[in-house]
């Protein structure tokens, strides 16, 4: 199971706090799965928790029958295709006389979604009906795809009133509310009531950056390796250079004793090769002689 459909599994277990609230949820679900586009009720998901979830509130405040159709999905990932249908003429006026004003679907009323139940309430309704979120291991990426601008923009303004700054842009005939940080998402999944689904997230947030970070260092002390290892190297084409054209005893005493070990530890870092000379030169002395070693193979290659 995807963690976006793992998420709407769980805002359909999510129970509504009042009658209110389940009307103001079904309002939404109405509206962005755009139920009533062709003068009819008709509602399409494939999840059936979602489904069983629209009809249940039809059921509980109009007592309407539906008509479910099952088919297989377009997109031939296994699942089916639920569509819901209010045939009933009577039943559709009784809806429609509750969700229409003036011959249009209305929207929910500011004062509507003063209580916080009431607005959570609505989100949620949007959310499984046009919401998706990606893998959060891949991406972090939720989004609504709203097929009318007032709309999407009358969403924007809901979750802008409780700090969640969700940005707006236009994909071919569709308009897209989406977030694309780990954070706002965590605050969007808590305020819909999936608990679990922020919780996980928060997890696989930690381990990301757990991950990064030791990536981080290994990619710092692969770097330092690589450093070491050019440098060791360098060191020791210098010394065998001086070997050859002059012989070790060309060297201070000094210089050969830091040379000879060289040679004998090319694989030794710095502060290896301080522990090898029993700590009797420090780091920075070690460090100076060996540059003395290559300016006097640079003569001798000039």
């Known amino acids: 199971m995807s963690f976006s459909v793992a998420v709407k599994d769980e805002l359909c277990e999510v129970m509504p706090a009042d009658r209110e609230c389940m009307l103001v949820e079904l309002t939404a679900m ?16 494939e999840n059936r928790k979602i489904a069983d979830r629209f009809i249940d509130f039809l059921i509980d405040e109009f007592e309407t029958i539906l008509t479910v159709i099952t088919a297989p999905s377009l997109k031939r990932n296994g699942t089916h295709l639920y569509t819901l249908t209010v045939d009933n003429p009577q039943d559709l006026d009784r809806i429609k006389e509750h969700f229409f004003q003036n011959g249009m679907p209305k929207m929910v009323t500011p004062e509507q979604l003063k209580d916080e139940n009431a607005l959570a309430s609505f989100v949620r309704g949007a959310y499984v009906s046009c919401g998706s979120m990606n893998d959060p291991h891949k991406e972090y990426h939720l989004e609504f795809v ?139 002395g070690i460090n100076h002689r060996l540059k003395r070693i290559g300016e006097i193979a640079d003569k001798l290659r000039s």
């Open 30 to 45: 109405l509206l962005f799965s755009r139920a009533f586009e062709r003068g009819n009720c008709v509602m399409q998901t």
């Open 146 to 284: 709203v097929q009318n601008h007032d709309l999407a923009a009358n969403l924007a303004s809901i979750l802008s009133s409780v700090n969640i700054p969700i940005k707006l842009t236009q994909r071919k005939n569709n308009f897209i509310l989406y977030l694309k940080e780990s954070e706002n998402i965590e605050d969007l999944l808590t305020l819909m009531g999936a608990t679990n689904s922020t919780l996980e997230l928060m997890n696989i947030k930690v381990m990301k950056d757990m991950r990064n970070k030791v990536n981080r260092v290994t990619n710092c002390e692969t770097a330092n390796i690589g450093k070491t290892v050019a440098a060791s190297a360098k060191q020791v084409e210098d010394i065998k250079l001086i070997i050859q054209k002059k012989g070790i005893e060309y060297l201070p005493d000094n210089l050969k004793e830091v040379a000879q070990i060289r040679l004998e530890n090319p694989e030794l870092s710095l502060n290896e090769l301080v522990q090898a000379m029993g700590n009797q030169i420090s780091k920075s």
